[in-house]
């Protein structure tokens, strides 16, 4: 049974379509990474899955129970939702105090959790004295009291320095193990390549991808860089790869060939033929990153939304004319 | 609903918070306590009752009531008080993004209402005490000073105590009520405490002055009615009614506005 399966799972704001006909279905164990650009529909999904809000249309299941049940499964999900938020006068002890006792958990499990994220020894101190990292931490903590089954994480390492981040990825690594779901939210893809078995990619509220690392990371294409040894070569280099049967782009000083690793001796042998020197051969991999950003595109998602909204406005007023 | 009560209890523990509510409660009715025997004191005719405060006369300082008259006196001012203390605990909630972890642990969010009510009673009554103790501390301390009478002070003195105790507590809690209500309908302290305030120190002033047959429905009017036990205008059974329904709409107005409303801050 997945941990969260939704199906046709739609979310309006007006005009504004944030969750759009999404079917997923995320594994009931394991690290799983939900990614997209801003305004994809992140946060309102998991607002969603979490009770905050109520969807227009669809169904989605939490833990095996429908959301219109929260009740059902919420003493199993923890969440930190789009950053800490916790009564700043009060100490960190007497914050994760509250909402144990909102859950009704015994004081002895907020000993635990702060033993957990490491601010034992800080517990007695307010809020307001911490930096963003410790807050961080202690928002992790709060996801942490009710030991969760499904732990919902909105960019979780956001403020830690790097020790934090490495130990931060450890925990959700020990819990996945454990067999609990994370899913993790986030815009560093660094941490999502790091951390993740499983990866949902949201754009403009629909999906685009929705299974195991590893199924995106083969989608990866890789091209070699070549480069003559005199840059006056650089157009007949380009010429022979190309009647070889490679497909060519020139670039400065270089040409760029749509090929993989296992081509390069090829292409090596076929520009010595020519009469070719190369002072450069590079077999480039497309990044996480690359992979990424060819999914979702290369401009920020709100903008787009936006230019694209616009478009549509110019378009609808262009037709009355 | 325990565990909503218990988890308010927590958060609302704060010593600043207390401090500053219970200072400024005690401050109010040292205050109120002055103005009324040092009036007295100068032989002057009582003024007129102004927004917030009714200034009682020195006859009725001189009876067994004299000795806890300044609750009832200051009544609206312990109440924008409370007011205000209120919407801030409320909104607050809001403004700090904690309403997001509150409803994701509880989602019968009717609930969290309950809890906080059931919570600011608890503290309420605690105010309501330190108000009565200060006002009859202060009582004692000024009336000399006045040159009062008080020898009917003692008459009756549980019964007169309790029962102020009893009125000003019903009073608060009203009070109390409307601050929940304007802070879940606004989700801002500053907006709700604005309203709060400004409807008690002039809106209600101006639809008095205006409508004159309204008064005796107006919350301010009722609530320092039932803080007096009964006035010339509204008697105690029927301010104690209107305070009820004013507590009801309040309750059942915020239960559900905050079940049926997103989740977005």
């Not at chain 1, 105090?97 to 009704?104: F, I, K, N, P, T």
């Amino acid at each position: 049974m997945p941990s969260v399966s939704t199906r046709d799972l739609t979310r309006r704001f007006g005009s504004v379509v944030a969750v759009n006909s999404l079917t997923l279905d995320i594994p009931d164990s394991g690290v799983v990474g939900l990614l997209g650009p801003n305004g994809s529909g992140k946060s309102t999904l998991i607002r969603i899955l979490l009770g905050l809000i109520r969807p227009t249309e669809g169904a989605a299941h939490v833990l095996g129970q429908p959301i219109s049940h929260p009740a059902a499964y919420v003493h199993d999900v923890g969440a930190l939702i789009e950053g800490p938020a916790f009564v700043a006068g009060l100490s960190a002890r007497r914050n994760l105090l509250s909402l144990a006792r909102l859950r009704g958990l015994p004081a002895t499990r907020v000993d635990e959790v702060l033993e957990i994220v490491g601010l034992t020894g800080r517990d007695r101190e307010p809020v307001s004295q911490f930096s963003l990292g410790m807050k961080q931490r202690l928002g992790i903590g709060a996801a942490l009291l009710s030991d969760p089954r499904l732990l919902i994480l909105d960019e979780p390492t956001n403020g830690l320095d790097p020790a934090g981040i490495v130990e931060v990825r450890a925990l959700l690594r020990t819990l996945a193990e454990a067999g609990s779901t994370v899913l993790v939210s986030s815009h560093l893809l660094s941490e999502i390549e790091a951390a993740c078995d499983h990866l949902v990619v949201l754009r403009f509220g629909r999906l685009i991808f929705d299974g195991p690392m590893r199924d995106l990371l083969t989608q990866a294409s890789a091209h070699i860089d070549i480069a003559a040894e005199h840059p006056d070569q650089t157009a007949p280099l380009a010429e022979v790869v190309a009647a070889a049967g490679w497909t060519v782009t020139t670039l400065d000083g270089a040409v760029r060939v749509a090929a993989d690793g296992a081509d390069a001796a090829n292409i090596n042998r076929t520009a010595h033929a020519a009469g070719i020197a190369l002072r450069q051969l590079v077999v480039v991999q497309d990044s996480f990153e690359d992979i990424f950003l060819s999914m979702t595109g290369r401009t920020d998602g709100e903008l787009a939304a936006a230019r694209a909204a616009g478009d549509a406005e110019a378009g609808e007023v262009g037709g009355t004319q | 609903m325990m565990n909503t009560l218990r988890s308010e209890v927590v958060r609302l523990w704060r010593p600043r918070l207390m401090i500053g509510w219970l200072g400024l409660t005690a401050a109010a009715a040292v205050l109120i306590n002055m103005v009324m025997f040092q009036l007295v004191g100068e032989g002057g005719s009582t003024p007129p009752a102004g927004p917030g405060v009714a200034f009682p006369d020195a006859a009725t300082l001189a009876s067994n009531e004299g000795l806890i008259v300044g609750l009832s006196a200051a009544a609206s001012m312990f109440g924008v008080i409370t007011l205000a203390f209120w919407a801030t605990a409320t909104a607050s909630d809001t403004s700090s993004g904690l309403i997001r972890l509150l409803v994701a642990a509880q989602p019968h969010r009717w609930r969290l209402i309950a809890g906080k009510t059931l919570a600011l009673t608890l503290l309420t009554a605690l105010v309501t005490t330190v108000a009565t103790a200060v006002n009859i501390a202060a009582a004692n301390a000024l009336a000399p000073l006045a040159d009062l009478s008080t020898d009917a002070w003692g008459t009756d003195l549980a019964q007169v105590a309790g029962e102020a105790w009893l009125n000003t507590f019903a009073t608060l809690v009203v009070w109390r009520v409307i601050g929940l209500a304007l802070a879940v309908l606004t989700r801002s302290a500053a907006a709700a405490v604005s309203i709060g305030v400004g409807y008690v120190l002039v809106v209600e002033s101006v639809i008095t002055a205006a409508a004159s047959d309204l008064a005796e429905w107006l919350p301010g009017s009722t609530l320092s009615a039932l803080a007096a036990g009964g006035n010339a205008v509204i008697d105690y059974g029927t301010a104690a009614a209107l305070a009820l329904g004013y507590v009801v709409v309040g309750l059942g107005l915020a239960s559900v506005v905050l079940t049926r409303r997103d989740i977005t801050d």
